[in-house]
């Protein structure tokens, strides 16, 4: 403990006085007026739930995780939203390891109260069978830098957490009806979280006698300030929760001003949150779309033809049996292009043109005309004839008797 405070920080009666004169004259030390927000900055990580913001030197990371869990007995139809934090001394000196410390208790409090009190989020979606499953989603708050200010920068974070995390789907199943199945992603599409509005906290500090108010305050001015009160306010007015921990008192009339301008900052606030969260869900649905392609395109090759290897051997020894003129006279002129690299090869009209020799052994699959996944893929496209015709492909159901035109061209 004393070589915690040891290393604690200290500000001297001078930086004091002189953040306090500067205060007085409606000005800050960083250049801001007294209801102006640092710039925010919002990031988020690889995966769903992960986001970070940074809202001058504060820098908090926020994580959303899932998991099934019975529900309270009385609330049996809602889900459960917690929320922790962890305090760590890299961010600050003055933060003590292990156990939540006063400051701690106090920010998650504060976030829950506005998220759980004002309904923001809709908890019977999260009920999956009443009375025996319930989704339980927990915020995990991580602070890197302690910047001041950690209220509000920490409540965008998990904020922004939330409106990006997405919970597996669930149905019941099994012989009885009763057994819970969990899809995959790859099988079914994760849920978002109903969330029906952004209660947005702003944090003012109270210098001198309580008639002296800025927003957003520095890690040198929470050590000067007298008191502070927290507004947690969606972008229609609403207010969500107040907290005002100790401190100096403050004349209603300034408490009323404080609301109005909370109001603005809160739908400043909350276009900024939706604004990056709608990137980020562009770039990922973008993302997901460009890999589908790609796995389709590795799978799927038009300029392929997939044929069972006896359709095959039928269509080699019937065309065996055909007449050169007759196949060089076929559709109007157009030669057969179908490459076996024979010995029995004859060029007509700039065409190859050959008739194929009885028995698979004399059927070269790796040709101008046939590539070589048409090799490999014979037995997954059952009921098709091949026929090549010029420069385009066909395929002929045998069953139905349709043709079907390919639109890649081969060779």
């Known amino acids: 403990m004393e070589q915690r405070l040891a290393n604690t920080w200290r500000m001297t009666n001078n930086e004091k006085k002189f953040i306090e004169s500067v205060l007085a004259s409606d000005l800050r030390v960083d250049g801001r007026r ?7 900055t919002i990031k988020f990580g690889r995966e769903q739930g992960l986001s970070e913001v940074q809202l001058g030197q504060t820098r908090v990371m926020s994580y959303v995780t899932s998991q099934l869990v019975q529900p309270y007995r009385d609330r049996p ?6 929320i922790f934090t962890e305090f760590s001394p890299m961010a600050d000196p003055s933060f003590e390891a292990g156990r939540p410390g006063e400051f701690a208790v106090e920010l998650g409090r504060v976030i829950d109260r506005g998220l759980r009190e004002s309904s923001a989020m809709d908890m019977e979606s999260l009920c999956v069978v009443v009375g025996k499953s319930v989704w339980s989603i927990r915020v995990d708050l991580h602070i890197v830098d302690n910047g ?25 199943g099994g012989d009885d009806g009763q057994e819970l199945i969990m899809h995959d992603a790859e099988v079914r599409e994760p849920l978002p979280l109903i969330i029906h509005h952004l209660p947005i906290a702003v944090t003012f500090a109270v210098f001198g006698e309580g008639n002296i108010m800025v927003i957003d305050p520095t890690h040198k001015e ?17 207010i969500c929760a107040v907290q005002k921990a100790g401190g100096v008192g403050v004349m209603s009339s300034i408490i ?20 990056a969260v709608e990137i ?36 080699i020894e019937h065309l065996a049996y055909m007449p050169l003129d ?22 007509s009209q ?53 043709l079907l035109h390919a639109e890649n061209s081969l060779g």
């Open 280 to 315: 980020y869900n562009t770039e990922r649905a973008s993302q997901k779309a460009n890999h589908y392609l790609l796995e389709v395109a590795n799978q799927v090759s038009l300029s392929d033809v997939i044929m069972k290897e006896k359709q095959v051997e039928n269509l």
């Open 222 to 238: 929470e050590m000067v300030m007298g008191g502070k009160m927290t507004f947690t306010m969606n972008s229609n007015g609403d």
């Open 148 to 172: 001041g200010n950690l209220i509000d920068a920490a409540n965008i974070a998990a904020l922004v957490a939330l409106l990006t995390f997405r919970r597996p789907d669930c149905t019941l």
């Open 350 to 402: 700039g065409r190859y043109t050959r008739a194929f020799v009885r028995g698979p052994a004399n059927w070269d699959p790796y040709s101008r005309g046939i590539s070589s996944r048409l090799a490999t893929s014979f037995p997954t496209l059952p009921g098709f004839w091949c026929v090549l015709l010029g420069p385009k492909t066909f395929l002929l159901e045998t069953e139905e008797t349709t």
């Open 77 to 82: 139809n809602e889900g459960t939203l917690s």
């Open 34 to 40: 007294p209801f102006d927000y640092r710039d925010l």
């Open 326 to 347: 007759e196949l060089e006279n076929s559709n109007q002129g157009d030669a057969l292009a179908v490459d076996t690299r024979t010995k029995h090869e004859s060029i």
């Open 256 to 275: 009323m001003q404080c609301l109005q301008i909370a109001s603005a900052k809160a739908a400043d606030i909350t276009s900024k949150i939706k604004h």
